[in-house]
């Protein structure tokens, strides 16, 4: 899913990807022996400069390459290309204001992994278990999670 997105091309919208689809492209290297047809050689360079550093990056996990070149739309791609670094977080609580409502439960999934963190509980496996992780998709997150 990841090695399909061209996104992170600068001028390529989800529209523009999908026409890019649509002509059979469907992976970087594609990509790449395609633009050595098409492109100027200063364009060609910097479009292959950029998909280097995208390899460079997929091949070393580096997470944060992808989280900073893509829109938040697509990070989805992050979670399914490295799944058994993705904690999946739930959060409930007994309310949500930020002076009187307390955290009851926590539960979290990462890898083949799973734990459930009580109120008055020891934290230390969810702390591991955060710190271990380089994705993180939680339930209702861009509002609360």
């Given at each position: ?16 990807e ?44 580096d997470i ?34 930020l ?17 459930v963190?009580?109120s ?26």
């Open positions: 899913m990841l090695k399909s997105t061209f996104q992170h091309l600068k001028g390529i919208s989800k529209k523009r999908q026409e890019i689809w649509a002509k059979g492209i469907l992976t970087w290297d594609i990509y790449k022996q395609k633009i050595n047809e098409q492109l100027m050689s200063t364009d060609k360079n910097k479009v292959c400069h950029i998909l280097t550093e995208t390899e460079h990056a997929y091949k070393n996990k944060s390459f992808f989280k900073e070149n893509l829109s938040s739309a697509e990070y989805y791609r992050i979670a399914l290309e490295y799944p058994d670094d993705v904690i999946f977080l739930d959060i409930e609580t007994t309310g949500l204001s002076y009187y409502d307390k955290i009851t439960i926590v539960g979290w999934s990462l890898g083949n992994r799973y734990g963190y009580q008055g509980g020891d934290p230390s496996l969810l702390r591991s278990d955060l710190s271990a992780a380089k994705v993180m998709v939680t339930f209702n997150g861009t509002m609360f999670d």
